[in-house]
């Protein structure tokens, strides 16, 4: 079963074909129109409002924190109860490093503030605290997506390798396209509401 849509869509195959046309479409629009550049780096404010952007036309919790539990595989995402304060605590972390940015979005990932598409809206907000920061982006094309899903995977107890990987693939080429789009790139990073367990309170 397909979750709950705005676009009236019950087969889960056919909403994952939607959203990623969807999402990818109004990633673009974000990108061409500078409104991500007018954006605060590295709040929650504005995750929330980058996945709002993407998902807004599909589903009525986008740009909202979630309110169940996920996990995914034996993983166990951040709980409800302890979510709130949990971005509160990730807002408050430095960002003016490699090493701070990295780890704050391994911090973000174990929160995982949404009930859907986090991953891409998190990929952008990562890519906004290095370009502002730094002035550099992740080039995604060269990130193997099974090395950077292991890696992610293994992050919250080491983040060692995911760093290595992230810090391979840094470019200055900030206002490629290309290199944005493929970080929201839903088939190749294998998101989707379908791996995840997910327990209504």
Known sequence: MAPENKLGITDSAELARAEEKISKK???????????????????KTLAEIHQYLFG?????????????????????????????ALKSIERMPQSTFDEIIEKY?????????REGNGRSMRIWLDLML???????IDWVKIDKDDYL??????????????????RALTDKIND???????????????????????DL
């Open 57 to 85: 036309q599909i589903y009525e919790f986008a740009g909202k924190m979630r309110e169940v539990n996920i996990a995914k595989g034996n993983f166990r995402f951040a709980p409800v109860m302890y979510l709130a304060a």
């Open 150 to 167: 292991l890696a992610m995977e293994r992050s919250p107890v080491r983040d060692t390798e995911i760093k290595h990987i992230l810090r």
């Open 131 to 137: 370009k502002k920061e730094l002035g550099r982006v």
């Open 26 to 44: 109004k990633a673009l629009e974000l990108f061409e129109s500078g409104s991500l550049d007018r954006m605060e780096a590295g709040t929650y």
């Open 177 to 199: 396209r290309e290199i944005y789009m493929k970080g929201i790139d839903h088939s190749y990073y294998y998101e989707g509401y379908d791996i995840y367990k997910i327990n």
């Open 106 to 114: 391994v911090e973000m990932n174990v929160a995982h503030p949404f």
